[in-house]
């Protein structure tokens, strides 16, 4: 990925911290995935591991004369040369995940407050530009949908409720009718007692190159309406726990 190859890796922030998985929908296999850099393409099958890339930069930064946004691997954007950071993650596929960035020493809003997740080269797919934080809010819970076809990811989705659960939530505000956010002045290490890490519930949608149906996504939308955090025992005193858990 040499777009990137001068970025610094967020791998002191990154910490993968727990997987929740569903026996009747996945069976034990190996890892056959040997694509470990997100620029790169490859064919999955489930429980193979996916690599995929999360670059944090202006929301101008991710689109091209300003006009067509492109894959943060693509050069023309030349994001190594510009303010931006990136993390990587490697989840296996159809297993639902939590991802999180620790942000006691790696503030968004300083790397233009906009995240993208992306993946692949000549079958390069991204997501839309999300917003992270500016100088007065920050959003600290996201999810993300991976979809495939064929085993090939074609689509990232960041998928929003509207807001519904920090619904009647003081700490919260809800900004663009879409996003739950959390005064920048309230974290740790900005004048606050909130950890105001990112997490970002991962799922998977599609086909595996098996033609394997892909289930997580329809897992996630069937818990929506319980605190998925009850599903990771040593999660009780994360980072969202302290706003009753609103995930």
């Not at 727990?18 to 296999?29: E, G, V």
């Not at 809010?137 to 074609?154: A, H, I, P």
């Not at 955090?229 to 969202?240: A, F, H, M, V």
Request: overall charge positive; glycine content about 6%.
């Amino acid at each position: 990925m040499p777009n990137l190859k001068t970025q610094q890796l967020l791998v002191p922030f990154l910490i993968f911290l727990a997987t929740a998985t569903f026996p009747s929908d996945i069976k034990a296999s190996t890892d056959t995935n040997g694509v470990y850099l997100p620029c790169s393409d490859t064919k999955v099958k489930i429980s193979d591991g996916f690599t995929f890339g999360i670059a944090f930069a202006s929301r101008d930064s991710f689109f091209f004369n300003l006009s067509h946004q492109l894959s943060p691997c693509d050069r023309r954007l030349s994001l190594s040369s510009l303010n931006s950071q990136l993390a990587v993650f490697r989840p296996k596929l159809d297993e639902i995940s939590l991802l999180t960035i620790n942000t006691s020493s790696f503030f968004p809003d300083t790397y233009g407050g906009y995240m993208v997740a992306f993946a692949g080269r000549k079958y390069a797919a991204r997501s839309v530009p999300a917003f992270v934080a500016n100088s007065t809010y920050t959003v600290n819970s996201f999810t993300l949908v991976l979809e495939f076809q064929k085993g090939r990811l074609q689509n990232l989705y960041w998928k929003r409720d509207g807001c519904a659960s920090c619904a009647g939530k003081s700490n919260f505000v809800c900004l663009n009718k879409q996003d739950c956010a959390i005064k920048i002045s309230d974290c740790k290490n900005r004048g606050g007692s909130v950890d105001c890490s990112i997490g970002i519930q991962l799922a998977f949608s599609g086909t595996d190159k098996h033609l394997a149906v892909l289930n997580s996504w329809y897992e996630v939308e069937n818990l929506r309406q319980y605190s998925l955090y009850s599903l990771y025992s040593n999660l009780r005193d994360s980072l969202t726990s302290q706003y009753n858990k609103f995930f």
